[in-house]
């Protein structure tokens, strides 16, 4: 018989201190094991639209191909890839398709996008797939690590050529992402494998928590508060305590193990 994960997850998400309205939205999806957050971008709210329809669309997926393992896909297998690795990327695609398809039919939402994090924990891994710059960091013991790479034009320049911390805090396109949801009507996914071990942390997050506190902040919150509500709540009211400059959404999930 497959093991079953066993995680708890917490999810919270503020709109910050300079803007109106909340572009961000986020999903537990608990009986999937699943764990989403989206940051959504666009003028008019259509921001907001696309990453709710990227939520709803990755939940529908999920429980529609749990229902019914034969139910046909909207993409081919890949075969470099396992089930569940590309249920994972085929539903962003999925996701990305509707986004864009929703974009070119009405004015208002023309142009709207939405970066996507996404972890699933199936028997004793955890697959992540992710578009845009929001991020997935790993806390194993005292330890944090982004498992996450950004696809913005700032970690594209890093790449490309040797930036000092003064060049990189001083980039003039800090918030231009090079790969996001509905942009076209393909996108390419990445995706990535990570063995769990008990008691690691996984921290699911957009670039409005990221952005205003550095990795060490992160580290230093989840470790102080082992509860991950109040992890989540501690690291949303330091963001808003360091300016709070965009919304700011974050999921943490727990790995207990396998039953």
């Not at 962003?92 to 023309?110: M, T």
């Not at 996008?113 to 845009?132: D, F, K, P």
């Not at 390419?188 to 769990?196: E, G, N, R, T």
Request: with cysteine.
């Amino acid at each position: 018989m497959a093991a079953t994960p066993q995680v708890i997850a917490a999810g919270k998400t503020d709109v910050g201190r300079k803007r109106t309205h909340n572009e961000d939205n986020f999903a537990l999806v608990n009986e999937e094991h699943l764990f989403l957050v989206a940051d959504g971008m666009g003028g008019h709210s259509s921001g907001e639209v696309a990453s709710g329809m990227a939520i709803e669309t990755m939940s529908e997926f999920f429980k529609a191909t749990s229902a019914d393992p034969d139910a046909t896909w909207p993409y081919k297998m890949d075969k470099t890839r396992g089930y569940e690795e590309n249920r994972l990327v085929t539903g962003i695609k999925l996701a990305n398709r509707r986004i864009y398809e929703a974009s070119q039919r009405e004015n208002r939402l023309h142009g709207m996008g939405t970066t996507i994090v996404s972890l699933l924990c199936v028997q004793n891994q955890c697959l992540i797939g992710h578009v845009g710059d929001s991020r997935v960091y790993r806390l194993r013991g005292e330890v944090l690590e982004q498992l996450t790479e950004d696809h913005s034009l700032l970690n594209d320049y890093i790449k490309m050529k040797s930036m000092s911390q003064e060049e990189i805090e001083n980039f003039p396109h800090k918030n231009v992402i090079v790969r996001a949801l509905g942009m076209k009507e393909s996108v390419k996914v990445d995706a990535l494998l990570d063995m769990p071990q008990p008691g690691d942390t996984y921290i699911l997050c957009s670039d409005g928590l990221a952005g205003p506190i550095s990795d060490e902040e992160i580290r230093a919150l989840a470790l102080e508060h082992q509860n991950l509500e109040a992890a989540a709540g501690a690291m949303i009211e330091r963001a808003n305590e360091n300016g709070g400059p965009d919304n700011i959404t974050v999921v943490l999930c727990r790995w207990l193990g396998t039953s």
